[in-house]
Nanobody, 125 residues
């Protein structure tokens, strides 16, 4: 089992920045890929960013490329999502997730077995 706890969400104005954190416990964090997803009201959960076990590979959705940065600190069992130049369309509940498989880092929701409870990000115009 892996437990994930997200933090760092909030209400900001367009153009502002936020940094989300996801603390993991329960298993060896550095063995697993980590991902961030988001779900806006009335929409399906969507991929945002992912990072490989050692942090050598990062993937981003086109909508956030150049604005968001995913990172991880394996010594702290934590992954981060730095979000800059936020837009109203970034408003959503943000979830971190763990992929425990031996596959390469992936972008699909079904690849991730464990999920946090989510943190709300609201961007006003």
């Amino acid at each position: 089992q892996v437990q994930l706890v997200e933090s760092g969400g909030g209400l900001v104005q367009a153009g502002a920045s936020l940094k989300l954190s996801c603390a993991a416990s329960g298993r060896t964090f550095s063995n697993y890929h980590m991902g961030w997803f988001r779900q806006a009201p009335g929409k399906e959960r969507a991929f945002v960013a992912a990072i490989s076990r050692k942090g050598l590979t990062t993937l981003y959705a086109d909508s956030v490329k150049g604005r968001f940065t995913i990172s991880r600190d394996n010594a702290k069992n934590t992954t981060y999502l730095q979000m800059n130049s936020l837009k109203p369309e970034d408003t959503a509940v943000y979830y971190c997730a763990v992929d425990t498989s031996l596959a390469v880092v992936r972008t699909t929701t079904w690849a991730y077995e464990y999920w946090g409870q989510g943190t709300q990000v609201t961007v006003s115009s």
